[in-house]
């Protein structure tokens, strides 16, 4: 069952300039939020972090709405193979800088550069978005 949104709330929310629509069970967020958002999220900030950072009341949203969401935002945002890459940690960490692969089993760094790799793809295309 969702948590309904009160007249108050729905006030409240419709005063943030991120809120697109917002009805008493549903929020849609503007493009905007979604960028920021995704920004923010790609430097391992925590969602709670994130949402209060864009002015959000993270308990008023409720963790499963904001669940959700980052569930929808990663699926557009994400390639299949950096889903899959991913789905172990449910996020893409930034890859340690100088890494010194050499002294690494083999196992280890193939793991270690495909995390980078994910990252650096997921990198670009955040920038190609932006851009545009």
Same mark, same amino acid.
């Given at each position: ?13 419709? $005063? ?6 917002? +009805? /008493?069970?549903? *929020? %849609? ?6 960028? @920021? =958002?995704w920004h923010l999220y790609i430097q /391992? ?15 008023? $949203?409720?963790?499963?709405?904001? &669940? &959700? ?15 899959? @890459?991913? +789905?172990?940690?449910?996020? *893409? ?5 100088? !890494?010194? =692969? @050499?002294?690494? =089993?083999?196992?280890? @760094?193939? %793991? !270690?550069?495909?995390?980078? $790799?994910? =990252? $650096? ?12």
């Open positions: 069952m969702k948590t309904s949104f009160t007249k108050e709330q729905i006030d409240e929310l419709r $005063l943030n300039p991120y809120t697109y629509h917002v +009805s /008493n069970t549903t *929020i %849609k967020f503007t493009e905007e939020f979604k960028d @920021a =958002y /391992n900030m925590p969602l709670r972090d994130i949402v209060q950072t864009l002015g959000y009341d993270y308990d008023m $949203l409720g963790e499963k709405r904001v &669940g &959700g969401f980052i569930y929808n935002l990663r699926k557009n945002r994400l390639s299949p193979e950096q889903r899959v @890459a991913s +789905s172990t940690t449910h996020r *893409i960490c930034r890859p340690p800088a100088n !890494t010194d =692969y @050499a002294h690494m =089993y083999a196992s280890e @760094a193939i %793991k !270690t550069m495909s995390a980078e $790799l994910t =990252y $650096l793809r997921q990198e670009v295309e955040f920038l190609k978005n932006f851009r545009n």
